[in-house]
């Protein structure tokens, strides 16, 4: 990651403590946020899975990010509320989308596995880079992705709009699109991946670390319910992402010069069909991370985020989980509080520690590759995709003009010199 980061604990403690929460998000005056544990858990079946993946050592310092109150590994909730919905997600957060303020949560600082839910973290950090109207040549690295896991179904050679490609994403968990996207918005899947971990510090999420731009499980990959919280609300401050999420089914083009037809896609996130208010959000699951949830939905001028972590899809599933917990939170008051969403930016004052010193592969980013604009740059853009219909005239033409300039020197060399001038 180009600059995920640590606070000395002085600096990360003023920055807590001082910076000031919004109305909204403030306990009431002389309450204190409950902390109990364990959460209340829904009894899951057994299931066979690959062992969990060691975390990085806890850090004080980004424990605390948001409120002490949330630091905690067990459940945390305003004070007289009442109990949440018992769920199977070993930790998941609640917080209000437009004032910041934590509702409440379980363990929302745990590290956990995001899956697909990482998507929403490529969205953050690409959605304002790339023209949704530019239309793009899937490579084959682009299609280079685990067998079995969720695709588009994109083709080598394909012409995309990116307008598709993030509803590729959001819809049908594309990792086809995902690294396509991130490609597009720096140069290479690797940089994509990069600057994502960069956007994930910026946003204040010092837990998340991304090595793969679709979610697809890599060795030390991370984030948090609470860093998942903060990256959704930097995703749903976005209009064109609230649209996208929305979408219930889209067509993907038909590639005549690929002789294949268009088909539709379905948006595979249940809560926009079956929840009242719903804004969307994203579904994920890979036989490691279980199952991953983020939903948001409005209500009586309210908008509220949940995020889920290491979920089982029995006896009630992800989105169902996210469902009952919005509803829980619907239901605190207006100024209903345990801690709150760091501002993006907040916490740059922040300097390196020990776990981001350990993953040089992500310290390093990639420039920021600008999406090429004009003619020539476009051309230019479509041969380094593999748009044969530009390289084979191109290479054409160059081919002329080297033989053109071979001609010419071999004319020169042949000229009969003049008698009694001698070569120099």
Not at 28 to 34: H, L
Not at 172 to 185: H, P, T, V
Not at 257 to 274: C, P, S
């Amino acid at each position: 990651m180009r600059a995920r980061v640590l606070a000395a604990v002085p600096a990360v403690t003023l920055l807590v403590a001082a910076a000031p929460a919004p109305a909204a998000s403030a306990p009431a005056a002389g309450a204190v946020p409950a902390a109990t544990a364990p959460c209340p858990r829904l009894p899951a079946p057994k299931v066979s899975r690959p062992p969990r993946p060691t975390p990085p050592e806890s850090v004080p310092e980004q424990q605390v990010v948001g409120g002490a109150a949330l630091a905690g590994p067990g459940l945390v909730t305003p004070p007289g509320s009442p109990a949440p919905p018992a769920v199977t997600a070993t930790s998941w957060l609640v917080a209000d989308l437009d004032s910041g303020a934590v509702l409440g949560g379980c363990g929302p600082h745990a590290y956990g596995t995001p899956a697909s839910t990482q998507k929403l973290l490529l969205a953050a950090t690409m959605l304002n880079r790339l023209d949704p109207k530019q239309v793009a040549v899937a490579t084959r690295a682009d299609l280079d992705i685990e067998p079995g896991s969720s695709a588009v179904g994109l083709l080598v050679g394909g012409r995309y709009p990116v307008e598709t490609l993030w509803l590729g994403l959001l819809l049908q968990s594309g990792n086809d699109a995902a690294n396509m996207l991130a490609r597009l918005g720096a140069g290479s899947a690797r940089a994509g991946v990069a600057e994502m971990n960069a956007e994930a510090h910026r946003l204040g999420a010092l837990q998340t670390r991304a090595v793969t731009p679709s979610g697809l499980d890599g060795p030390g990959q991370f984030t948090s319910a609470y860093d998942l919280a903060l990256i959704a609300r930097a995703c749903f401050a976005d209009p064109a992402f609230g649209r996208y999420a929305r979408t219930e089914r889209t067509q993907i083009p038909a590639q005549p010069a690929l002789k294949k037809g268009g088909f539709q896609i379905q948006n595979e996130n249940q809560l926009i069909y079956r929840y009242p208010g719903a804004l969307g959000g994203k579904t994920g699951f890979t036989e490691l991370a279980r199952h991953s949830y983020v939903g948001a939905a409005q209500r009586g001028g309210r908008r509220l985020v949940v995020t889920l972590l290491g979920a089982e899809a029995r006896p009630v599933r992800g989105w169902q989980q996210g469902a009952q917990l919005l509803d829980w939170g619907f239901a605190l008051p207006r100024d209903a509080s345990v801690g709150r969403l760091v501002a993006p930016g907040e916490l740059d004052a922040a300097t390196p520690g020990p776990a981001e010193k350990a993953a040089p592969a992500a310290a390093t980013p990639h420039p920021t590759t600008e999406p090429w604009r004009g003619p020539a740059g476009t051309a230019l853009r479509r041969m380094a995709d593999g748009d044969w219909r530009l390289i084979v005239p191109a290479a054409g033409l160059l081919a002329l003009a080297v033989g053109g300039v071979v001609a010419v020197l071999a004319a020169r060399r042949g000229r009969i010199r003049r008698p009694g001038r001698r070569r120099s």
